[in-house]
């Protein structure tokens, strides 16, 4: 079992900087690709940001290439989504995942932040 807390979320101006955070415990959390989703009202759960166990790859949604950069420190088992140029189209629930095998098929799922990018 990998407990996933996610934190970092609020409240910033469009144009601004967010960084979260998830903190991952549990049985050999850095064993797993983690990645960033997220779910505004109304629409369904689109990928992030994903980076695998070692944080030599990472992968990233079109629509934050060159704005969001994903990594990971494994010996504090956190993962990091750092989040430049926010634009309101950026609001959702933030959630943190973890997979053994691809981001397609989430073995665990944080609870989610809130970011909310007012205009």
């Known amino acids: 079992q990998v407990q996933l807390v996610e934190s970092g979320g609020g409240l910033v101006q469009a144009g601004g900087s967010l960084r979260l955070s998830c903190a991952a415990s549990g049985r050999t959390s850095s064993n797993y690709a983690m990645g960033w989703f997220r779910q505004a009202p109304g629409k369904e759960r689109e990928f992030v940001a994903g980076?695998?166990?070692?944080?030599?790859?990472?992968y990233y949604g079109d629509s934050v290439k060159g704005r969001f950069t994903i990594s990971r420190h494994n010996a504090k088992n956190t993962v990091y989504l750092q989040m430049n140029s926010l634009k309101p189209e950026d609001t959702a629930v933030y959630f943190c995942?973890?997979?053994?095998?691809?981001?397609?098929?989430?073995?665990?799922w944080g609870q989610g932040t809130q970011v909310t990018v007012s205009a």
């Open positions: 995942a973890a997979a053994r095998f691809s981001f397609n098929n989430i073995d665990y």
């Open positions: 980076i695998n166990w070692s944080g030599g790859s990472t």
